[in-house]
């Protein structure tokens, strides 16, 4: 299956500075979602996202559907530290079978106090 | 609590020794799936599940097994682990029309 392509890879910014994020793929998608993962834990739902161009938010989480529907982005305002982990999209292809995710290679996101 | 629970935790084998890691959830799910997480390869599906008795391969299911007898269960099964195996592993469930999976803690696995 397809990989989505995430960047930047990783991020290191100061505590304070606004993040984004983003993920593209060469094929339609109906749903793009955002995950985090902490350290030493499993990804989490941050954001869900079902139409092209919708634009949602999550405190200082902003993800956007993009209006091609083949890429997405995550924004974070004024990072703390506990903002740190790594960052996944995924979504699910118009030829979705059940409910296969595919997975964005994840953005590492280290945040200096 | 809704949860998703995996065992073991940490698992150091060797090549060729058969293992199994467990996976249950609580919330009545009908989806479940495994997944291996690797460095910058994100999460790559193993095996998924739609419901009781119903199996199908992800996209790297060479080397791995499942079961799902029971719809609260989904074991991954290494019936020869091999080095290229290292990896964390996770699963995860859903209700089979939604797109929020919850996911497990994770399984580090190494194999020698």
């Known amino acids: 299956g397809q990989q989505l392509n995430q960047s930047p890879q990783s991020m290191f910014i100061q505590e304070g500075e606004d993040v984004s994020m983003n993920c593209t793929s060469s094929?339609?998608?109906?749903?793009w979602l955002w995950y985090k993962q902490d350290p030493g834990e499993g990804p989490v739902l941050l954001i869900a996202l079902y139409k092209a161009g919708e634009l949602t938010s999550n405190g200082r989480l902003t993800a956007q559907f993009g209006i091609t529907r083949k890429d997405s982005f995550l924004n974070i305002s004024a990072s703390i530290p506990s903002d740190v982990g790594i960052y996944f999209c995924a979504g699910l292809p118009t030829n979705n079978a059940g409910n296969m995710l595919t997975f964005g290679g994840g953005t590492r996101l280290m945040v200096k106090p | 609590e809704a949860q998703v629970t995996q065992n073991p935790r940490y698992l150091i084998t060797v090549t060729g020794k058969k293992l199994t890691v467990t996976c249950s959830q609580n919330?009545?799910?009908?989806?479940m799936s495994w997944y291996r997480q690797d460095p910058g390869l994100g999460l790559r599906q193993i095996y998924y599940s739609m419901n009781v008795e119903v199996t199908d391969k992800g996209d790297v299911p060479e080397g791995y097994k499942v079961s799902r007898k029971e719809k609260r269960n989904f074991p991954l099964i290494l019936e020869s682990p091999s080095p290229n195996q290292t990896s964390l592993y996770f699963c995860?469930?859903?209700?089979?029309?939604?797109?929020?999976?919850?996911f497990g803690p994770g399984t580090r696995l190494l194999v020698l």
């Open positions: 094929s339609i998608f109906n749903t």
């Open positions: 995860a469930s859903s209700s089979l029309f939604r797109e929020t999976q919850y």
């Open positions: 919330m009545n799910h009908e989806y």
